[in-house]
């Protein structure tokens, strides 16, 4: 046992003589990406640093000037009053972003794994349609979309947005998943057709399983554009208090005259941005996993 410490004490020694020392213009490059890295973080940071700290000074305890200043003492005073104001709206957007996002992922899912292994005439042409979805600007389609939510008698309703996101997600959503499939071997498909197995019965039995990694991309992503999506919000609704969602809500947080009360609407924003920071703090590394493994691969 004491040999084969001794062996690789004597291995490790050796590779660290045998590392290429940096030269001068190494060393330079080296110093360059650490500092460019520590300024992209600080620029990152910075928006949350700033509402952090102005959430807990209270309701009139924050000023422009005094904005990067840490608060002397902790005060919750605006958060209570705020939350009030944001509970029913983020409870409505929590409802409308979860029935968008799992049903535009369904519908992706289906849609990836026709265009991937179940090839028919005219499928590329459709497929490039589809992505000629992706790049339609949402202004484009306002009154045409809010026409036909007229017609279909969802206007005045929380699902003109789930409508909304559902017809935009379906796009990104089948690109990610076709793209996904194409990494399944065919054989597991062409055995499938040998024992007798339908479109149906192949996709349920043998390509669902195997979608999980897509599907934990394809729902965060749609989370957090449905939660932060502004303009479907407030053109869609109308501005109403009534459909208002959490985005939408913001602006219900003012001050009254010429008095602005920044510590309500930097624990709006901090509240507001809560839920997509949780979703990527706890199924972030599914995400990535999620990437990895071949969801964005094209």
């Given at each position: 046992?004491?040999?084969?410490?001794?062996?690789?004490?004597?291995?490790?020694?050796?590779?660290?003589?045998?590392?290429?020392?940096?030269?001068?213009?190494?060393?330079f490059w080296?110093?360059?990406?650490?500092i460019?890295?520590?300024?992209?973080?600080?620029?990152?940071?910075?928006?949350?640093?700033?509402?952090?700290?102005?959430?807990?000074?209270?309701?009139?305890?924050?000023?422009?000037?005094?904005a990067?200043?840490?608060?002397?003492?902790?005060?919750?005073?605006?958060?209570?009053?705020?939350?009030?104001i944001?509970?029913?709206?983020?409870?409505?957007?929590?409802?409308?972003?979860?029935?968008?996002?799992?049903?535009?992922?369904i519908?992706?899912?289906?849609?990836?794994?026709?265009?991937?292994?179940?090839?028919?005439?005219?499928?590329?042409?459709?497929?490039?349609?589809?992505?000629?979805?992706?790049?339609?600007?949402?202004?484009?389609?306002?009154?045409?979309?809010?026409?036909?939510n007229?017609?279909?008698?969802?206007?005045?309703?929380i699902?003109?947005l789930?409508?909304?996101?559902?017809?935009?997600?379906?796009?990104i959503?089948?690109?990610i998943?076709?793209?996904?499939?194409?990494?399944?071997?065919?054989?597991?498909?062409?055995?499938?057709?040998?024992?007798?197995?339908?479109?149906?019965?192949?996709?349920?039995?043998?390509?669902?399983?195997?979608?999980?990694?897509?599907?934990v991309?394809?729902?965060?992503?749609?989370f957090?554009?449905?939660?932060?999506d502004?303009l479907?919000a407030?053109f869609?609704?109308?501005?109403?208090?009534?459909?208002?969602?959490?985005?939408?809500?913001?602006?219900?947080?003012?001050?009254?005259?010429?008095?602005?009360?920044?510590?309500?609407?930097?624990?709006?924003?901090?509240?507001?941005?809560?839920?997509?920071?949780?979703?990527?703090?706890f199924?972030?590394r599914?995400?990535?996993?999620?990437?990895?493994?071949?969801?964005l691969?094209?």
């Amino acid at each position: 046992m004491s040999t084969d410490i001794a062996s690789r004490v004597t291995q490790s020694k050796d590779i660290s003589r045998n590392k290429k020392k940096l030269d001068g213009a190494g060393q330079f490059w080296l110093v360059f990406r650490y500092i460019a890295l520590a300024l992209l973080f600080v620029i990152a940071a910075l928006p949350i640093y700033i509402m952090v700290i102005n959430s807990v000074k209270g309701i009139t305890g924050v000023s422009q000037s005094a904005a990067f200043i840490p608060p002397t003492s902790l005060n919750f005073g605006a958060w209570g009053p705020t939350w009030e104001i944001l509970r029913e709206p983020m409870f409505r957007t929590l409802v409308f972003v979860l029935q968008s996002s799992i049903i535009s992922a369904i519908i992706g899912s289906i849609n990836g794994f026709v265009f991937a292994k179940w090839r028919f005439k005219g499928s590329t042409v459709i497929f490039t349609s589809f992505l000629f979805g992706m790049f339609i600007p949402y202004q484009a389609i306002m009154i045409p979309l809010t026409q036909f939510n007229r017609w279909a008698g969802i206007g005045g309703t929380i699902y003109v947005l789930v409508f909304a996101h559902i017809i935009y997600g379906i796009p990104i959503c089948t690109l990610i998943f076709r793209n996904y499939y194409q990494g399944i071997p065919n054989e597991l498909i062409e055995a499938a057709r040998v024992d007798g197995a339908s479109m149906v019965h192949i996709y349920r039995s043998i390509i669902l399983p195997l979608s999980i990694p897509g599907f934990v991309v394809v729902l965060i992503w749609q989370f957090t554009s449905a939660w932060n999506d502004f303009l479907f919000a407030i053109f869609l609704t109308g501005g109403s208090p009534k459909l208002s969602v959490a985005t939408t809500a913001l602006n219900f947080i003012t001050g009254s005259g010429n008095q602005v009360y920044y510590g309500n609407n930097m624990t709006a924003s901090l509240i507001v941005s809560i839920p997509t920071l949780l979703v990527y703090m706890f199924l972030g590394r599914y995400f990535l996993r999620g990437l990895l493994s071949g969801s964005l691969k094209g």
